[in-house]
């Protein structure tokens, strides 16, 4: 499997989807699967693309 499903904690998956989008990271949102509609799938790319993927997670950590 080369991918992470993931809950985000504090945030709608769906708000997540759009502030990664804003950053040109594209993850999979599937709301009409009820149960993984709270979750994204993230797919594993290169170690760069994951810790640009971290850094971005971690911006917006601290924002809130």
């Known amino acids: 499997t080369n ?3 993931v ?3 504090k945030i709608k998956a769906e708000q997540l ?3 990664l ?3 040109n990271i594209l993850v999979r949102h599937y709301p009409d699967i009820s149960m993984i509609t709270d979750y994204l799938r993230i ?3 290169s170690q760069q693309d994951m810790e640009i993927l971290l850094n971005h997670l971690k911006k ?3 924002k809130k």
């Open 60 to 62: 917006m950590t601290l």
């Open 43 to 45: 797919s594993i790319g």
């Open 21 to 23: 989008k804003k950053e």
């Open 7 to 9: 809950k985000p904690n």
């Open 3 to 5: 991918f992470l499903l």
């Open 17 to 19: 989807l759009q502030l």
